[in-house]
Structure formats: C-alpha cells, structure tokens
C-alpha cells in the first residue's frame, strides 16, 4: 500500500456527501428530463422498454459513481477530475438519449463505454497495492465484458438494438446481484469497498429529491405554456399534491433509517444492493408519474388512451413497488399498505379508460394519500421501529 493511494481513500470521519457529489447530481435533473420527454413524444411499450434500458445504463453510472466518491476522498483533485469527466460524460449521453435507438446509437454506446470504463479504470491506477484496488477493478472488468453488447449494438438497428444493449445491462445488474466476481480476484470483498452506510444513505435520499425535481418542473413548464382554466388548475394541484406525497411517503422512517440499516446488516455491500434497486424502481415510477403529470395537465378532459392510463396509474404503482422493495432492506418487512395500494391502481385500470385523464389522476393522489394517512396513523403513539434488515 503507497501512502499516496492511501491519501486518496475517504476518511471514516466524513460520513456527509460533499458539494461535488450535489454539483454531480445536476446532471441528472437534465437526464431524467430528457427521457421522460422522449417518452412522452413515443408512448408505446417498445419505446417504454427503450427508456427504461436506457434508465439501466445511466443509474448504472450514477450508483457507481457514488460508490467512487463512497471510497475515495471528493476532496482530492484527481478524484474530483475524474467525477467531473463523468458528469461530462453523463451530460453527452443524456443528449443523445432520445435518439439512442435511432441515429445517436453509436454516440450514446460509445460515451457509456468510455464513461464507465475511463472512470473505474482511473481510479484502478490511482491506488496500486491498495486493498480498495479492487473495487474499481471489478466494476472494471464487467464493463469491459458488457462493452461487447452495447457496442454490438450501435451498430445494428430495431429489435437486434434492444436486444442486445438489454443483455448489456442484464450483464452488469447481474454481476452486481452475484457479487461482482472476477478472474484472480473471486467475488467482492467488504475490506475492499468499506461501505460508509450514513455516506451512502444520504447521496440516495439527495438523489431521490433531485428526481422529484422532474415532475416538478413538468408541472411548472406545462403549466406555464397555457391558460388558467379551473380543469387545469385541478390537474396542477392533482401533481404538486402528488409529488409531495412522494417525497412524504419516501422519508416515512425507513427513508431517515437507511444508513442504521447498513450499519446493521451482516454485510453491508449486499444491503447496498437491494437499497439500489429500490431506489431505482422508485425513480422509474417518478419518471412514468412526470409524463403523466404533462399528459393531464395538457389534456385533463376527453378521452383517456390505454398508454397515458399505463403511465399515470403504472408510475405511482412502480414507486410503491420500489418503496415496498426499500422498506424490506430496512425492516426485514413490507407494510401492508404498499402491496394494496398497488393492487388498487391495477383493479381500477380498467375502469379507466371510460374516465377523462383529470379523474384517473385523482386515484393515485387518494391512494398515495391513503398510504401516508396509514403511515402516521401507525406510527402515532409508538416508540420508533428500530431498523432490522434481513440477514
């Protein structure tokens, strides 16, 4: 171990993200608006499953990312470097994201590809001899196996694309499930990514606000391009009301108690993952709730087509599927309440479709509403759940 590498390794004592980890989470704001948008421009379920690969590939970055600034020092300029070459990276590939599966499949491919492998690999070099070497190695290594997909890829068209970049992406999710393994180095060890877990639980908890940030905006912009007539006032409330239910239902005890979780479980890089894949799910329902939301604002009388019912009733199912997944990582259990209200939002789909877009927003609202009513009303009176993740 060089006492070099061993400068750059984060300290125990600087648990809090830093203003570097915020500046890099901007990016995001641009990323997941660029694909709620190119949703909302092609609402159908292949392209559904486009953006929801490409969602894959771009948390992929964000999540390693933040493992990076969660073992090495964001207060070193090289470490600062290369987090500030990925927000360029990721910045490039959100601005090809839309065409992705058109014209711009080579551009986004190849920005992923060097993104990922430019990031792990330069952290890899910074710490020869350091037993952190390995976290960056192995991240390393499945990109460059994943590589072969995605750039396969680009260069073929329709179906053969998604196929191939979905492999990619189920590659990568699959190396993580399984424990990152890798030749001569086996599967991942704790001594090598010596979690932060107060660290790590707040840059999900600020990540999770930056993606409510995009239903607010929807909101806001749609608003703003027309008048003030009563249906669409409603349909405005209906959001906002929405959103803040969200944020509400989100940081219920298991958002504050994400890091004690960590802290507490027998290994805390596999309570990581099931934290991420929440988290994930919980944004692609915020996504698929932000097209919606511009869906009802524009149009919040008339017909209700069976793709915008799917967005506005699927979105908030996703996020309480997420949040379901979330409150497990945390307590070992899953309320009642998140499996019924998902069951709700399925049961009146149907119904629908005989209901303007305004009136199938209200659902969702009272669903969420109900949760967060739940939510207090079982907590009142009782002494704090302390955290029990499942073994």
Partial sequence: MTSGAAGLVRRPEEPRATYLELFFDLVFVFALARLSQGLLENLSWSDAFQ??????????????????????????PLIQLLVIATMFGTLLMAAAAPEAFGEHGLVFAGLYVATQIGRSAGAALLLPGHEAQGAFVRPLFWSC??????????????????????????????????GLPTPRLGRARAAEFAISAPHLAERYRQ????????????????????????????????????????????????GWLLAEAIAAAPDPFRAVIPANYAHLLMVAGIVAIAVGDELVIEHPLGHTPPAWITVILGGPALFLAGRGMFEYTVFGRVSRSRPIGVLVLAA????????????????????????????????????????????
């Avoid at 995605?150 to 590659?171: C, D, K, P, Q, S």
């Fill in 207 to 254: 990540l999770f606000i930056i993606a409510l940030g995009e239903p607010i905006l929807v909101t806001g912009f749609t608003f703003s391009r027309g008048g003030f007539e009563p249906d669409r006032i409603a349909a405005v409330v209906i959001a906002f009301t929405t959103t803040a239910l969200l944020w509400r239902i989100y940081i219920h005890r298991a």
């Fill in 348 to 391: 009146i789909s149907p119904a629908a479709y005989f209901l303007p877009p305004l009136l199938v927003a209200i659902a969702p609202a009272l669903v969420l509403a109900g949760i967060a009513i739940s939510d207090a009303a079982r907590a009142r009176g009782r002494p704090p759940e302390p955290p029990s993740p499942p073994g």
């Fill in 51 to 76: 953006t929801l690969v490409l969602l894959l590939a771009l948390w992929t970055v964000w999540a390693q990312t933040a493992g990076l600034t969660d073992r090495l020092d964001p207060q070193q």
């Fill in 145 to 178: 196996v994943s590589a072969v997909p995605w750039i396969a890829g680009a260069v073929v068209h329709g179906t053969a694309r998604g196929m191939l970049w979905a492999l990619a992406v189920a590659m990568e999710y699959g190396g993580i499930a399984l």
